[in-house]
């Protein structure tokens, strides 16, 4: 399958499509509109989901295998904000605080796109280890860390206040619901191994396609509501919001083939790399760094990078793997 094939299936995929009926819906002005309550809902489905499926997975296949390329995933995680931090400081010309939200949020993680990723290696049959929501369940936490330390130490601010706003940070970065969701709900499956999957596969297998593709309508609604604000942006950040996830993707299918992952494995953590969050970073920096623009680091990852990655990027990330393992 050729990269333009690859892309072509990836857009048809009913993830995709649904996304994509949501900006329609957005850009239309349709009076279409999910309860707070029912997105909340998908969310907390989906990352439980993942997580316990995760967690039966590294059951299954041992710490012994999990331990290396995890570890190389959270390193990842708190580099990439220190290296797209100075780019967009010096190269964006972008204030202190806003060069850390967006840092943050490029070296987070969100799980719609490893979904989403995961599918399509199914969908073309590309094997990939099961294990790999644990490199998930740990990425998130240390970009927002390392965000919010460039953000304060950025702009110098002392006492008190300073001390608090990082211990929420950390208690949001650390406790916050996605997080807390993905890494309890991975324990859970962990200890509970394949015989606790039998109970509940029904639950959390045979219902996750239609409930993502619901999360999916609403995500395309969200994106499309901010489409105009790309306008605000200009056009470096709409380059950053490209160029930088396919470094950074490149990056993770180099380090997965490092610690002994296989081809789709490699894939995942590229993707995951490449992906930037917009659940647990925005309300970590609304929180810690209030000064940050909000326009600009959430257009950034979801109005930019999260569209590319999940109808252009995930194809590419499996490209630059199979050209990295020939």
């Known amino acids: 399958m050729s990269v333009f094939e690859a892309i072509q299936a990836n857009l048809l995929s009913p993830a995709v499509l649904f996304f994509a009926l949501g900006l329609i819906a957005a850009l239309t002005k349709s009076d279409l509109k999910f309860p707070e309550s029912l997105y909340v809902g ?11 499926k995760g967690g039966v997975a590294i059951a299954e296949a041992g710490i012994a295998k999990v331990w290396l390329p995890a570890l190389a995933a959270m390193a990842l995680g708190a580099l990439i904000p220190l290296w797209t931090y100075p780019l967009l400081r010096f190269g964006g010309k972008l204030s202190a605080v806003d060069a850390a939200a967006i840092a943050a949020h490029s070296g987070s ?31 998130e936490s ?8 460039l953000g ?31 890494v309890g709900s991975l324990l859970v499956g962990w200890l509970c191994g394949k015989p ?23 995500m395309g609604m969200v994106a499309g ?6 306008k605000k942006v200009g056009p470096f950040l709409l380059g950053f919001g490209i160029v930088v996830p396919l470094v950074n993707g490149a990056l993770g299918v180099w380090l997965g083939k490092l610690t002994g992952l296989e081809l789709g494995g490699a894939t995942l953590l590229g993707v995951l790399s490449a ?7 925005p309300a970590a920096i609304r929180m ?30 499996l490209e630059i793997a199979r050209t990295l393992y020939s």
């Open 42 to 52: 998908l969310t907390i489905y989906l990352l439980v989901a993942i997580g316990f």
């Open 109 to 139: 993680v969100i799980a719609v796109t490893f979904i989403a990723a995961t599918n399509y290696l199914k969908a073309i049959h590309q094997p990939f280890e099961s294990y790999a929501t644990a490199f998930l369940a740990v990425m």
């Open 142 to 149: 240390p970009a927002i860390l390392i965000g919010v330390v």
């Open 152 to 182: 304060k130490l950025a702009t110098r601010t002392r006492g008190g206040a300073d001390m608090t706003s990082l211990k929420a940070a950390a208690h949001e970065a650390l406790l916050g619901r996605s997080i807390f969701l993905l």
């Open 196 to 218: 606790g999957m039998a109970k509940v596969e029904a639950f959390f297998v045979t219902p996750f396609q239609g409930v993502l593709a619901l999360f999916l309508l609403e």
């Open 225 to 230: 509501r901010r489409l105009e604000d790309l």
């Open 275 to 281: 992906s930037a969050s917009y659940i647990a970073a």
């Open 288 to 317: 810690s760094l209030p000064d940050a623009n909000p326009t600009l680091y959430l257009t950034s990852s979801l109005a930019i990078t999260f569209p590319f990655n999940i109808t252009l990027g995930i194809p590419i990330y």
